[in-house]
């Protein structure tokens, strides 16, 4: 038998950074959605006790440093599973992109091996198991629209965002999110995002209000560090998105699009100079 199952990209529309934790992670508010730009994974029982990943994708590790596999390997050890598992990435979504790629495939894989291996492993306690593998698994895990504190495990569910286009650039440039928050100093933030606001715009559903309090204290080091970050997040509000933020680390920058009549000349514009564009919906 064969599962299928989406691994969505995230995006964060506010990130703040409150302090640097005792066992070396940040303490932050987020507030995280999902796109419709997902990697596809598919599961299938092996013969043998083995867990093999393959992918289309040449760029991302196939061994037990890819989190697909991570996470195939702790259900098994956890639930004492003696069967062994393919998975097929089909990878579409971005690597190291600030878009929690790995993320979404190893939260996908969690749910998946659930399904194929009839574990009956509650949401709650799946969510935990992610959070061995990242800060990010558990909202990967659940989906949604949620406020994420803690190390972003922390999770609180919302409403929704209202419905709107989501134009997504990514520079060709890897980020890493550990050398990003390594470089964070919280003396240094010059505008702490408004939480409640944020909250507000969507509880209201306003999309005006959601753009106008977009915000992500991470965006001061990674555009220091890459000016060509800055530099599409300008092109994105000269071509007329609504909002603009950069997702998590970095460096993708997203736009949202209240109309599909700006969308062309949005993506035309960036595509001038920026190869990898997408233009997707909220995931409502
Ligand atoms: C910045 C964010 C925003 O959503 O996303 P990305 O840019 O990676 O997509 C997340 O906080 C990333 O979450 P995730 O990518 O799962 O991070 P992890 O694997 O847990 O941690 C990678 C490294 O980032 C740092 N880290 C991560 C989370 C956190 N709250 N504080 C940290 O200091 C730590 O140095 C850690 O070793
Ligand atoms: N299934 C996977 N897909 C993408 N990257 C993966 C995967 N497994 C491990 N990685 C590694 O994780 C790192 C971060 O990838 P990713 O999750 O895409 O970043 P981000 O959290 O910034 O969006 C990369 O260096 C990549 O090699």
New binding site residues.
């Given amino acids: 038998m064969k599962i299928y199952e989406k691994a969505p990209a995230k995006i964060n529309l506010l990130l703040d950074v409150l302090r640097k934790r005792q066992d070396g992670y940040h303490e932050v508010e987020m507030i995280m959605t999902m796109v419709d730009l997902a990697?596809r994974l598919e599961m299938e029982e092996l013969g043998r006790d083995a867990i093999i990943i393959s992918?289309q994708?040449g760029?991302?590790?196939l061994d037990e440093?890819?989190?697909?596999?991570q996470a195939a390997r702790l259900i098994k050890e956890r639930y004492d599973v003696r069967k062994g598992v393919y998975i097929h990435?089909d990878?579409k979504?971005?690597?190291?992109?600030?878009?929690?790629?790995?993320?979404?495939?190893?939260a996908a894989a969690l749910r998946g091996l659930n399904r194929l291996w009839k574990l009956n492993i509650p949401t709650s306690e799946l969510c935990r198991l992610g959070a061995e593998l990242?800060s990010?698994v558990p909202f990967c895990v659940t989906g949604g629209t949620a406020l994420a504190t803690g190390r972003g495990e922390v999770l609180q569910h919302i409403d929704n965002p209202p419905q709107c286009w989501v134009v997504l650039a990514k520079p060709p440039i890897?980020?890493?999110?550990a050398d990003v928050y390594g470089r964070f100093r919280a003396d240094e933030v010059r505008r702490h995002p408004s939480l409640s606001g944020m909250m507000n715009a969507i509880k209201q559903g306003s999309l005006h209000g959601v753009c106008s309090e977009l915000g992500n204290v991470l965006e001061d080091v990674t555009l220091s560090l890459y000016p060509q970050v800055m530099q599409l997040k300008e092109s994105m509000q000269r071509l007329g998105a609504d909002g603009v933020l950069m997702s998590?680390?970095g460096p993708t920058v997203f736009g949202l699009v209240s109309k599909e009549a700006k969308l062309a000349r949005i993506y035309n514009g960036l595509r001038g100079f920026c190869k990898e564009v997408y233009v997707v919906r909220m995931l409502t």
């Fill in positions: 990697d992918s994708a760029y991302i590790p440093k890819n989190l697909a596999f990435l990878k979504i971005p690597v190291a992109a600030g878009l929690a790629g790995g993320s979404s495939d190893a990242g990010d890897n980020v890493s999110t998590g680390s």
